[in-house]
């Protein structure tokens, strides 16, 4: 008993020593990559921070120390009704952007990875390009076109140009699972007897549902942020939040904005756990029900 009360400290103490002696013996080009990322991660979430705190400051003019928290700034943002309107108006557009992403995305993905056809290639470049083209050249080109065709500005303008930019990334996602697609699936369905749509929609689509959903979440979050090209489409009774934004602290900065930030943090949040949620589930095979 006395030895086994003697060897637990010393046989919890030889890995610390062991890695005090391995971090001492670390080359200075070692310390100073650690140091260099440890200022990367702090020049990159320090502001985040800062949107957080300030968001309960409970004075106009924020200062540190902090007098105390408080949530006036979260209540004067639910009475705004300028920012209330605008993120309805970012909720719906970014809703709707994800929904017809989703309903036009997924055929062009099922037609480009499994058919051949003349100009598949063309297609397929088309499709991809607004990740590359510059918002601002898509915001001009886009408007020249809606105004030939007597389009008025407004929701119209921003659908349809959100739907351009977020459709590359439901046919990415959605391509990406097809090709690892297993078909033996889809031909079991057909030779007990199911005609091809209901095979679509009873097997093929439930499997490849989170590939859908994640590109819509992706187009979400790009329609949501998006403020080049929606100044160009907005009116002002369809003005998105990133404009409201930008304008407000082009007018004055108040904490009510900080409120926003935070908010908008809370959302991206959300999306990136509901896309690790989707990728667990892939790694796992849930995305085919095996």
Known sequence: ????????????????????????????????????????YAFLYLPIVVIVVMSFHPEIYQTLPMPGLSLRWYGEFLHDKLLMRALLNSFLLGGTTAV??????????????????????????????????????????LLILLNAVSIPRGFPYLII?????????????????????????????????????????E??????????????????????????????WASPSSYTLPIRIYARIRDATTPVLNVVGVLTLALSFGVVIILKVLSRRSEGGGFYGL
């Open 100 to 141: 017809l992403c989703a309903v036009i995305g997924t055929p062009c993905a099922i037609a480009l990875v499994r058919s051949e056809f003349p100009g598949k290639r063309f297609i397929s470049t088309f499709v991809m390009a607004p990740m590359i083209i510059p918002n601002v050249i898509i915001a001009i080109g």
């Open 203 to 232: 097997v093929t689509l439930p499997l490849i549902a989170p590939s859908i959903l994640a590109g819509m979440l992706f187009a979400f979050t790009i329609s949501f942020q998006e403020y080049v090209a929606t100044q160009f």
């Open 161 to 201: 140009g959100h739907v351009i930019f977020g459709l590359p990334y439901i046919v990415l996602t959605v391509s990406a699972q097809l090709y690892g697609f297993p078909r033996e699936l889809e031909e079991a369905a057909l030779s007990l007897g199911a005609k091809e749509l209901q095979t679509f929609f």
């Open 1 to 40: 008993m006395g030895r086994a009360s003697d060897g637990a400290p010393g046989a919890s103490a030889v890995p610390l020593v062991t890695q005090v002696r391995h971090w001492r013996s670390l080359p200075f080009g070692a310390w100073f990559l650690r140091l260099a990322t440890l200022f990367t």
